[in-house]
Each structure stands twice: as structure tokens, then as C-alpha cells.
């Protein structure tokens, strides 16, 4: 009988020890949670999106869908036949890279744009010799929840490298145009705002949830919205979610401060196109209707006849692709009425270097029948002909070169 008390006592004794151990290891791990909670509050350790901030399942993703950051980093630490820098870091620690394909070019500078522009001779801002090619800058999308461009781009990096887009398909005419350019390509220029987005695409997925992933959340769960999302800024303050618009400190891309900018993300841009004057730049974003070219404001003349005849040249190519189409920009003059429109990363690209600079907007696939009701395969198409047709444009319509008359 002692022995049966001495073994109960025993078992009872390291039944205690083994719950002494849980709950001891309970506390300890809720301490390491706690204290890496604070790094992350006292050092800014990056915010990545969780998948319970998604309120709606994710459509399945095709393996040629590539938009994560880690996908998108995988690409460009792929290339080959083209070299890649970091250009910048964002507020969350997040790289910035640029790829670029082509020879540089000896621009010849003895201006900046805006100096060589009043001297009535935009050629001592970037004297490119005779038969230079066109240099062409793309800039993937400022806005983290639109994807579409960011996909386009590891496909276009694809192409660069191998003729064929990540499903196997041929561009040997893109491939081609490419190769007669100098492309320089930023694949993700806020990877703050993407590191937040739950989704990898948002086709099948309800407009208000799009809006709430994009423009965010006040603190009493209501949506900013667009474009009220753009009355606050830097985002701080009264914010539930901070939308994938904004990089960790709230700046939204498209409208920061041009004359002291608030992002590093915006400052590389700038200095990009400043250093390379491109011909060409593509400012790349998503909505939820068709795709188009929309204006750019507060540009020359010249700029927005070009900006129109090449929506054109794409729109065409888009309804014989059987794609849908948007409306084209019509050449108008800015700020007749009041408000007048915003002065956005687009125009000031404009006007660091001169080049005529686009941007994009792709649709997105929403599940609502009012918007176009495009597929994973479709918006790639949409990404891939835009990218072939300027650089096919590009070729075709080289910059203005000629000196101006100046007075004696």
C-alpha cells in the first residue's frame, strides 16, 4: 500500500512540475512576444500584411501572377542581361531597385532641364548624340493595392530576359522594341504599401474592400475612400488601417511635397529621371474601369497631343486584342475652372527632365458587373501590349532635338 501512496505522490509531484513548466514557458513566450512588440513600436520594425486583415477569400492566383515583394525581389535578383541598383529604402526598411537595359548615354549636361528650358535650348540639359536610342522609364505603381502593374513588370523583366512572359508566351516585337531602347524600370516603387496588402490580385473581390486595402480606415472603421483619402496627409492621426496608398509614414507618392519631398521613394524617382532624361515615363496604377491614359496636367502642348495620339495607338490595339478599352485624354488646358487639378508624381516626372510622361490605369477584375470583367490572363495581355506599344512609340516618335533660335 505504500508503494501504491509513494507512486501517486510521485506522479502527482511531476504532474505539478510539467504544469510549473507550461505556464513558466507561457510567460516567457508572451514576454518575447511583448518585447518585440515594443523593437517594432520604438524602431519601426516593417508592418507586413496579415491574412486575417482580408475579409473575403483570395481568388485562386495563377503560378505567372508574381506580385508579392518577395516574387517581385526574386525577379530582379534574376536578371541578367540587364543590371539592377538599389536606389532608395522606404520608411519600413523596404529596398527600392532600379533595372535598366541599354547602354548609358553620355547626355553631354551643363543644365539642369529647368535652367536649359529658359535658355530656349532644352539640349544643354541632355545633348544626346545623333541615333542615341530612346530612353524610357517606367515607374511601377506608387499605390501598394494596385498590383497589376507590378505583375506586368516581373513579366516585362521575364520577357527582357528570355523572350516569353512567365506563362511561356512569345513578345518577340516587344523583346525587340526593348532591346532598340534604354528601359529603366523601378518594379516596386512603395513596397511599404504592398508589404501591407492581405491580396494578391482583387479580381472577383467587391469594390469596398478594394477601397478599404487601398485608401484605408479612420479608427471608427470607416473608409476614406477616394478621394478622401487625399484630404489627410501624411495618413496619420485618425487611422483604423493604414491603406496600401501610403508607405509606413503615411506618404502617399502620388502627392508628396515636390519642392522638399517627405519620401526617400519620391526623392529616387526624381533623381532618376533628372539623371537619365527620359524620353518617355509610365507612371503605372489600377482602378476599376477600363484601361486608359489619363491626362497629365500643368505640361506643354506638345506633351498631351502625344499623350493622345498614343492612348489612341493603345486603345486600338486593345479592341483588336478583344480587350476593353477606355476613353482617350483630350488635350485641354488645365486649372480653367476651380479647383484647379493636382500637380501628382506624373507631371512633376515632367519636369525634372522634360520627357512626355504618361500614367496608366489598368483595370482591376472586381467582382461587380459595372466594371470590366477581366481575368488574371487578360490584365497580364493589357500590361504587356502597353509596355510593347511605348516602346514602340518610343522608337517612332523620338524627342524633340532641334536647337532653338536664340536671340544674338
Not at 28 to 41: D, E, K, T
Not at 126 to 147: S, W, Y
Not at 176 to 188: F, G, K, N, S
Amino acid at each position: 500500500m505504500l508503494t501504491g501512496l509513494n507512486s501517486m505522490f510521485i506522479g502527482y509531484e511531476q504532474h505539478r512540475i510539467r504544469r510549473r513548466k507550461i505556464v513558466l514557458y507561457e510567460k516567457c513566450r508572451i514576454q518575447v512576444c511583448l518585447f518585440f512588440l515594443c523593437l517594432a513600436l520604438l524602431f519601426g520594425i516593417p508592418a507586413t500584411a496579415s491574412d486575417s486583415n482580408r475579409r473575403y477569400p483570395q481568388t485562386e492566383i495563377p503560378s505567372f501572377w508574381k506580385g508579392s515583394v518577395q516574387e517581385i525581389e526574386t525577379a530582379i535578383h534574376e536578371v541578367k542581361r540587364g543590371t539592377t541598383k538599389t536606389i532608395a529604402h522606404s520608411p519600413g526598411g523596404r529596398a527600392v531597385y532600379l533595372v535598366t537595359y541599354g547602354t548609358t548615354i553620355d547626355l553631354n549636361r551643363q543644365a539642369n532641364y529647368n535652367s536649359a528650358a529658359a535658355a530656349r535650348d532644352p539640349s544643354y540639359y541632355a545633348n544626346k548624340p545623333e541615333n542615341t536610342p530612346p530612353i524610357v522609364f517606367i515607374v511601377g505603381t506608387p499605390h501598394g493595392q494596385e498590383i497589376e502593374g507590378m505583375v506586368g513588370l516581373v513579366n516585362l523583366l521575364r520577357v527582357a530576359e528570355t523572350g516569353s512572359d512567365w506563362r511561356g508566351k512569345a513578345w518577340p516585337r516587344l523583346r525587340e522594341y526593348l532591346d532598340r531602347c534604354r528601359a529603366l524600370i523601378v518594379p516596386l516603387s512603395n513596397p511599404d504599401g504592398r508589404a501591407r496588402c492581405p491580396y494578391d490580385s482583387f479580381v472577383g473581390i467587391p469594390v469596398e474592400e478594394m477601397t478599404r486595402i487601398g485608401q484605408g480606415t479612420r479608427k471608427d472603421g470607416t473608409l476614406y475612400g477616394w478621394p478622401g483619402a487625399k484630404q489627410r496627409h501624411p495618413m496619420k492621426g485618425d487611422v483604423g488601417f493604414l491603406g496600401a496608398y501610403f508607405n509606413d509614414n503615411g506618404v502617399n507618392l502620388m502627392h508628396d511635397d515636390w519642392f522638399d519631398p517627405m519620401a526617400e521613394e519620391t526623392k529616387a524617382l526624381l533623381r532618376v529621371a533628372r539623371e537619365e532624361a527620359p524620353d518617355y515615363l509610365l507612371n503605372l496604377h489600377s482602378h476599376g474601369h477600363a484601361p486608359a491614359i489619363l491626362s497629365t496636367a500643368y505640361v506643354p502642348w506638345y506633351c498631351k497631343e502625344a499623350e493622345n495620339r498614343f492612348a489612341e495607338r493603345l486603345m486600338e490595339r486593345y479592341r483588336q486584342a478583344g480587350l476593353p478599352a477606355g476613353r482617350l485624354p483630350t488635350p485641354h488646358e488645365d486649372g480653367k475652372t476651380y479647383p484647379p487639378p493636382s500637380f501628382n508624381l506624373t507631371s512633376a516626372l515632367h519636369h525634372v527632365c522634360g520627357g512626355i510622361s504618361l500614367l496608366f490605369e489598368c483595370p482591376h477584375g472586381l467582382k461587380e458587373t459595372k466594371y470590366p470583367q477581366v481575368n488574371h490572363e487578360q490584365i497580364l495581355d493589357l500590361e504587356l501590349i502597353l509596355f510593347e506599344e511605348l516602346f514602340v512609340f518610343a522608337i517612332e516618335n523620338p524627342r524633340p532635338s532641334a536647337h532653338a533660335i536664340r536671340n544674338e
